[in-house]
């Protein structure tokens, strides 16, 4: 049976969230047009004051914000609480060179460790859980959402942020650990490793895995859960609207759920800022409802996916959104062609091949050059050079069939790829244009 | 009757085999013959050696992907058309080598020794056997 944090909120009828997002839109409107300076401004350039917005209609109207904006504001210029009210700062990883500093009041901690724990429930959590934090603690948004959300499904929290990967199995074993969060590929790491030493799906207590802070392919999930014996489901979110939470899987594990009671979600296309509809590939727009410290709106994540409000087998209600195709800063445009790195990944893990790759870009005579690094495995190497450069020619194909443009493959020896215990690092563009 | 060969894969980027061949000598694994098959990028060395299972397992240990394979070590006279007379029978057979190496012969010299990987190791075994064409054991290649 589905279990849920907050059953009255998480399966609410559609229409009575609209109301609820109604009512609170127009109060972070106006909480943003009173406390911030520099989202008025914004709103006064476009003519518009809080009375144009009697409902999310005109959300349109609203003029976005984007990470320049933060930028340009850095590091108090968005705040919407003075300092005596906020109590938490987090920042990002900086995996894109802007580094982006966010604030939270009580109440703003209180509403992302409140979506967190409904993450943890939808995975299987509950008060007789022990649940493995290793996703990184301190200004990481990742070990301090999950951290705070498993406090309050009452479950045993481990936090072993992220690294020394051989005692984070020792935990996972000695203290029979059932809920891991961590990055997908710190994932897939421990798993590997486990593998290495001897351990099968039924040697690991492990029943679940929350697993974000980057983009993952769907084989990716499956080979994690084989290797494992574990379910995997994604969670989403963005420091600079609160952390991971914004969005989670439940047990049908297609598409995330947005937390509609703290954010209303819009698809844009991303050249013209227009608003698409259900169901169009575009950038992800969100417009916080409940914060305090650090309202955005309509702030442009930059995250390709679509939207989708057809109703969900677990019985939430709140819209869903796809696994991200790509973060558009992961996007690397190769001869013109767009190519993300969740594509090549897909490729990979069909053929057999492990999620620990590396893309290199480059430009020779005027030309891009993509090289995909793949780690030999036993399992693909034969004494036949034939049956090998064959195999190699398989993936030079089906990269080809998915990308649609011809890419290098180069097989490498194992272990020289380098292992992440965060955010992978998949590309390396060595284009200088 | 066969004989057990580790493949090992290899990048082909300076210092990669003495790599391999250091993991072997610090085992005090004896090499009785060596092939190598290269790509501008990757390469695969094909090792007969003393101790297999120690080979493969210090190799294992040391991060390196290899693979065993069974292929055939035929003694060959030491004389002009020694080879040609065993090509002669497979070709006969219609078997199809899809590599061969030589190895070190013994000490006499009166004899070296062949290393085929063939499509069909029984019927090349038995074709070979039947002209009085000798097939080395994996004890007797560890004891050469």
């Known amino acids: 049976m589905e279990r849920y944090y907050q059953q009255e909120i998480e399966c609410m009828p559609h229409e009575k969230i609209k109301e609820l997002q109604n009512e609170r839109l127009l109060k972070q409107v106006r909480h943003a047009w009173e406390n911030v300076p520099y989202y008025r401004a914004k709103m006064q350039e476009k003519n518009l004051t809080p009375d144009d917005i009697k409902s999310q209609d005109d959300l349109h109207k609203l003029p976005f914000l984007t990470k320049d904006d933060l930028r340009k504001a850095y590091p108090y210029g968005l705040m919407g609480k003075p300092v005596k009210d906020c109590v938490r700062i987090q920042s990002t990883s900086g995996t894109t060179g802007q580094r982006v500093v966010a604030f939270y009041t009580q109440h703003d901690l209180h509403i992302w460790e409140t979506m967190c724990a409904r993450a943890i429930v939808a995975a299987g959590g509950t008060n007789e859980d022990v649940v493995q934090v290793s996703y990184g603690y301190g200004l990481f948004t990742g070990g301090p959402g999950l951290n705070g959300g498993s406090h309050l499904v009452g479950s045993l929290t481990i936090p072993a942020s992220s690294g020394n990967t051989d005692r984070q199995i020792m935990f996972i074993k000695d203290l029979s650990a059932t809920i891991l969060c961590c990055t997908p590929s710190y994932a897939a790491f421990i798993g590997e490793r486990m593998k290495e030493m001897g351990m099968t799906p039924d040697d690991i207590p492990l029943k679940a895995g929350i697993f974000g802070a980057e983009a993952w392919s769907e084989s990716m999930r499956q080979d994690i859960q084989k290797t494992m014996g574990i379910k995997a489901y994604d969670i989403y979110g963005l420091t600079e609207l609160c952390g991971p939470g914004v969005s989670f899987e439940c047990s049908d594990q297609h598409g995330m759920h947005i937390n509609e009671d703290y954010f209303i979600a819009e698809i844009i296309d991303p050249k013209t800022g227009e608003v698409l509809p259900e169901g169009s590939l575009g950038e992800l727009v969100f417009t916080t409802l409940d914060k305090e410290a650090f309202p955005l709106i309509r702030y442009r994540t930059r995250d390709i996916c679509t939207l989708t409000y057809e109703p969900c087998p677990c019985g939430r209600t709140h819209v869903r959104m796809t696994k991200l195709k790509g973060r558009s800063d992961d996007m690397l445009i190769i001869r013109g062609v767009n190519v993300f790195p969740s594509q090549i990944e897909t490729v990979l893990i069909n053929q057999g091949y492990p999620a620990n790759y590396q893309i290199i870009v480059d430009r020779v005579n005027n030309t891009d050059t993509l090289d995909v690094r793949v780690e030999m495995t036993p399992e693909m190497f034969t004494d036949n050079l034939g049956e090998v450069n064959k195999r190699q020619a398989k993936l030079v194909e089906g990269l080809r069939s998915m990308l649609g443009l011809t890419a290098k493959v180069t097989l490498v020896a194992p272990k020289t790829i380098v292992r992440s215990e965060g955010k992978a690092v998949r590309v390396i563009d060595n284009r200088k244009i | ?144």
């Open chain 2, 1 to 144: 009757m066969s004989v057990k060969q580790i493949s090992v894969f290899l990048e082909n980027k300076p210092g990669c085999l003495h790599e391999m061949t250091k993991v072997l000598a610090d085992a005090k694994i004896d090499l009785r013959g060596l092939s190598l098959a290269e790509t501008s990028e990757f390469g695969i060395v094909r090792l007969i050696v003393d101790d297999v299972l120690g080979t493969a397992t210090v190799l294992k240990d040391a991060g390196f992907v290899s693979s065993l394979t069974d292929v055939i070590a035929v003694e060959v006279l030491n004389v002009p058309g020694g080879l040609n007379k065993v090509l002669e029978i497979l070709h006969g057979e219609k078997i199809n080598i899809e590599y061969m190496y030589a190895i070190l012969g013994n000490k006499t010299s009166e004899t070296a020794y062949m290393i085929f990987r063939v499509n069909d190791n029984s019927k090349a075994t038995s074709a070979l056997n039947n002209s009085g064409i000798k097939i080395m054991e994996q004890a007797e290649i560890s004891a050469l």
